[in-house]
């Protein structure tokens, strides 16, 4: 589903994003998006095993190690990951399950809709927030700093 009104839905029911794959360095997208959403008043859990905490929140090993409730699951990981993740966010009650930009898995997507959750593949929260509530610009759109390819 990535109708407006389906996304606006999402991103309105949504307060607190775990987000699966969160890197704690500065520079990678799913920092820049955690860190934009948090700023908009989002609670974000950090779910990545490598790191004790990011951005001011605990981190945690998986979804099942999370203590509070989940409305959104944001995937920043590889498409042949998200079977077992989709799984999780059903597991766990999550409502939303949310594969960022060039992240597509049907098989993830059917067991989640399967359960009973909006599933959106293939869009970054962060965009799709800032084009539906205000706040899209060319800052941290297309300056160049933000990237999917690690610096040299």
Partial sequence: MDDIVTLRHV????????IVGLSADWYRP???AAKYMQE???????VN???PEILGE????DLQ???VRVDLVDVFRKPA?????????VAIGAKFLWLQIGVV???AKEIAERAGLTVIMDRCVKIEFARLFGGLNWMGVNTGVISSHRPQ
């Avoid at 991103?11 to 775990?18: D, N, Q, V």
């Fill in 11 to 18: 991103l309105r029911e949504s307060r607190t994003l775990a």
């Fill in 30 to 32: 799913s920092y820049f």
């Fill in 40 to 46: 908009k008043g989002y609670r974000i859990i950090p």
């Fill in 49 to 51: 095993p490598k790191y």
């Fill in 58 to 61: 605990k981190c945690y090993p």
């Fill in 65 to 67: 190690s999370i203590p």
């Fill in 81 to 89: 990951d998200c079977v077992p993740i989709a799984e999780a966010a």
């Fill in 105 to 107: 898995n049907e098989a």
